[in-house]
T-cell receptor, first 112, second 113 residues
Framework: DTAVSQTPKYLVTQMGNDKSIKCEQNLGHDTMYWYKQDSKKFLKIMFSYNNKELIINETVPNRFSPKSPDKAHLNLHINSLELGDSAVYFC???????????FGEGSRLTVL | AQSVTQLDSQVPVFEEAPVELRCNYSSSVSVYLFWYVQYPNQGLQLLLKYLSGSTLVKGINGFEAEFNKSQTSFHLRKPSVHISDTAEYFCAVGETSGSRLTFGEGTQLTVNP
């Protein structure tokens, strides 16, 4: 039973399109995150929600909009995709903000 | 705010050799420390963590790390590596006051036959 699952695993799309990535965790954690990993493997936090409330919002273009319908789900919607958005996006969850993170398997987004 | 430096971006070693991946952190308060491993095309998984107590922490797959408060380091070690240990390794720090985790830039460990 996968602890943190995200879909889809691969996304290939054209510039200018809109896409969404979904994430669900069954660990009972209160905090969920979106991370972006670039081609150099650098991990950058984008957003974090705690009990459906946004608590971390890094300097991310407002084309990126997270949504947390409940504390087990955190989705990421991206408008007007650009070439530079190509990356692997990881969802993660933790019991508390500075605690151990549990990661999903990643969603590889390729913008052509 | 805390920061993490992984001193080596790439570490090539031969199979069965010992390895040490270095991690230094900076923080003005007490910290939690983590090492994660990322195998190709996979997510990150926890290798080991230091929350409190014994400064020598043992993790999965024969890895261990030592928390050194005076040197603000948390180096990862394995006495004998296998080909299957080839992966990207990330050090991360979080402050006990409740800040988010900060990750280092990663160290690519490549184990050669």
């Amino acid at each position: 039973d996968t602890a943190v699952s995200q879909t889809p695993k691969y996304l290939v799309t054209q510039m200018g399109n809109d896409k969404s990535i979904k994430c669900e965790q069954n660990l009972g954690h209160d905090t969920m995150y979106w991370y972006k990993q670039d081609s150099k493997k650098f991990l950058k936090i984008m957003f974090s929600y705690n009990n459906k409330e946004l608590i971390i919002n890094e300097t991310v273009p407002n084309r990126f909009s997270p949504k947390s319908p409940d504390k087990a789900h955190l989705n990421l919607h991206i408008n007007s995709l650009e070439l530079g958005d190509s990356a692997v996006y990881f969802c993660a969850s933790s019991l508390w903000v500075s605690g151990e993170l549990f990661f999903g398997e990643g969603s590889r987004l390729t913008v052509l | 705010a805390q920061s993490v430096t992984q001193l080596d971006s790439q570490v090539p070693v031969f199979e069965e050799a010992p390895v040490e991946l270095r991690c230094n952190y900076s923080s003005s308060v007490s910290v939690y420390l983590f090492w994660y491993v990322q195998y190709p095309n996979q997510g990150l998984q926890l290798l080991l963590k230091y929350l409190s107590g014994s400064t020598l922490v043992k993790g999965i797959n024969g890895f261990e790390a030592e928390f050194n408060k005076s040197q603000t380091s948390f180096h990862l070690r394995k006495p004998s590596v296998h080909i299957s240990d080839t992966a990207e390794y990330f050090c991360a720090v979080g402050e006990t006051s409740g800040s988010r985790l900060t990750f280092g830039e990663g160290t690519q460990l490549t184990v050669n036959p």
